[in-house]
């Protein structure tokens, strides 16, 4: 199978080239949970590509098969890789789910063998549901207001027309199991 590759221009403006921690230390050596999209992607990316820092990411993302195209993260993460393995900086990704007791221990090894102190961890998680590994309890996180209903305004794509929505406030349960997730 055939995919099409893309080039990438890292010299944009959008990471500055001395990116600092709040307390002035230079981003070296970066862990980022969920690494493969949204902020934890640009998170790895700005430390590597910009600031030359090392950077760890761990995420869970869906390679292709015979009969799929891989998740959009799982590109991501392998173009960037690519990218940094040909300019000789170190990017390193562990593709797992990050709440399992083996992907922590995995995390803790590579960080050990390769990385030494970390100065900066990104936490940067977008998962809907969260098993216990110790117990074998799965969590669901919902995204809810917390004491009040709110309303606001939605299209019927159907019919074209705006109307008021509602989203109830979340239920204790809810609020609990989505802090369990995160």
């Known amino acids: ?38 902020y934890g992607l640009a998170t790895t990316l700005c430390t590597n590509f910009s600031s030359g820092g090392k950077a760890l990411g761990v995420c869970l993302e869906r ?18 890789t690519r990218i940094a393995q040909s300019e000789y900086r170190t990017l390193r990704t562990i593709n797992g789910d990050c709440f399992s007791d083996e992907v922590k221990q995995a995390t803790v090894e590579e960080l050990k063998r390769n990385f030494g102190k970390l100065n900066f961890v990104a936490y940067s998680i977008a998962a809907p549901r969260r098993r216990d ?33 509602s989203i109830e406030p979340a239920t204790e349960d809810e609020i609990r199991d989505t802090v369990k997730v995160m």
């Open 1 to 38: 199978r055939r995919h099409t590759r893309f080039k990438c221009d890292w010299s944009s403006d959008v990471c500055s080239s001395d990116l600092t921690t709040s307390t002035g230390g230079k981003l070296d050596n970066v862990l980022v949970i969920g690494s493969s999209q949204g």
């Open 63 to 80: 390679p292709s098969t015979e009969e799929r195209t891989g998740s959009a993260g799982w590109y991501n993460v392998i173009e960037a």
């Open 133 to 165: 590994p110790r117990t074998g309890i799965t969590y669901e996180s919902v995204l809810k207001p917390i004491n009040q209903t709110y309303t606001g305004k939605t299209i019927d794509l159907r019919n074209g027309v705006v109307q008021d929505a």
